[in-house]
């Protein structure tokens, strides 16, 4: 299955770890990509290729993989990284698939 | 650094075809290497990607899409564009293009994103 799932909703306190995780049977064999949503706005690419970080995206952001799940960390959370956060990876032809998408809410 | 904008009809009725384009600036759509993509996400909802073209004219589409959608480019105006069927109020969404840089397909520029309605 080329599924992808993300918890609904994760919160933490500013200043702590934020973990999201994202399952899929086919991650083991393919990339993970993360994005962040802010309302209103576009997703922007935050992890590729599993743990790359893209120029002018802060080091808190770190990715890592192992097995069928990936995660995405976010280290001493700001407010301002309250947004909805999407997994996202490819299938074996090539198709696009993404997670269903986690809130994250910075108290 | 590349620029992507959306422009089409904002309100379709059922049963219409939906129309976008995707005009590109700051780079060259018929460059290889590049894959042009649709990306929708309904009010509320999460992402879903309808599917890409290439420089080449050759396309991957989503599955669940593939028998609605048609993508293609025009190298002239260095745009690309989206027509998708048969459209019915779950075809609702905001509709982003975007660019992937990887024929692992992955978006690090999307366009700001345009808003269709289809109303019943």
């Known amino acids: 299955s080329s599924e992808l799932t993300q918890p609904p909703s994760v919160s933490v306190s500013p200043g702590q770890t934020a973990r999201i995780t994202c399952s899929g049977d086919a991650l083991p064999r393919q990339y993970t990509y993360w994005y962040q949503q802010k309302p209103g706005q576009a997703p922007v690419l935050v992890i590729y290729k599993d743990t790359e970080r893209p120029s ?31 997994c996202q990876s490819t299938d074996s ?8 998408g986690t809130k994250l809410t910075v108290l | 650094q590349v620029q992507l ?32 993509s649709w990306v929708r996400q309904p009010p509320g909802k999460g992402l879903e990607w309808i599917g890409y073209v290439y ?11 593939k028998s ?42 999307w366009g700001q994103g345009s808003l269709v309605t289809v109303s019943s």
């Open chain 2, 68 to 109: 609605r959608v048609t993508m293609s480019m025009d190298t002239s105006k260095n745009q690309f564009s989206l027509k998708l069927t048969s459209v019915t109020a779950a075809d609702t969404a905001t509709y982003y293009c975007a660019r992937s840089m990887s024929v692992v397909v992955n978006f690090e520029s």
């Open chain 1, 56 to 86: 002018g995206i802060p080091e808190r952001f770190s990715g890592s993989s192992s097995g069928t799940t990936a995660t995405l960390t976010i280290s001493g959370v700001p407010p301002e990284d309250e947004a909805d956060y999407y």
């Open chain 2, 5 to 36: 904008q959306e422009s089409g009809p904002g309100l379709l009725k059922a049963s219409e075809t939906l129309s976008l384009t995707c005009s590109v600036s700051g780079g060259s759509v018929d460059r290889p290497n590049y894959y042009w």
């Open chain 2, 55 to 65: 420089y080449t004219g050759s396309t991957n589409y989503n599955p669940s899409l």
């Open chain 1, 93 to 100: 032809s090539g198709a696009v698939v993404f997670g269903g």
